[in-house]
């Protein structure tokens, strides 16, 4: 039998790769996430672009087997041909501690594939 001992919840988290042509601010990634500029859930859309940003890993350094093992090998081949291509590659983590919305993307998988915008958040623990 094992036991655990120490701080115990039940909250989930989502790892998280974009590849974007343009750098990333908030406003850019909530229209890049599908919110429309004049939709009634603005605010909710503003908050989950900024958790998402915040929860961007600045220090993580990124290899080929590094991508392949967190998001696949179809991300990682995506990645390997952006990586010299001017695109901006960020890595991070979201969780469902942070507010509904980002509780919301935390608990769902999804990948966003554009010509000049590409999100992987398969990497779901919940």
């Known amino acids: 039998m094992k036991i655990r001992n120490g701080f115990v919840t039940n909250s989930s988290s989502t790892n998280f790769i974009i590849m974007s042509k343009e750098e990333l601010t908030v406003d850019n990634l909530y229209k890049k996430l599908g919110f429309l500029e004049d939709s009634p859930l603005k605010e909710v859309g ?17 290899t080929y087997n590094k991508v392949r093992k967190m998001f696949g ?18 890595v991070g983590k979201t969780n469902s501690d942070d507010n509904i919305i980002t509780s919301f993307f935390t608990t769902d998988s999804f990948i966003i594939d554009d010509d000049d915008f590409f999100l992987d958040g398969q990497n779901c623990i919940w």
């Open 73 to 90: 090998k179809s991300t990682a081949n995506k990645w390997k041909s952006y990586k010299n291509s001017g695109y901006y590659i960020l």
């Open 46 to 62: 503003i908050q989950l672009a900024s958790c998402i940003l915040k929860g961007i890993n600045q220090e993580e350094k990124l």
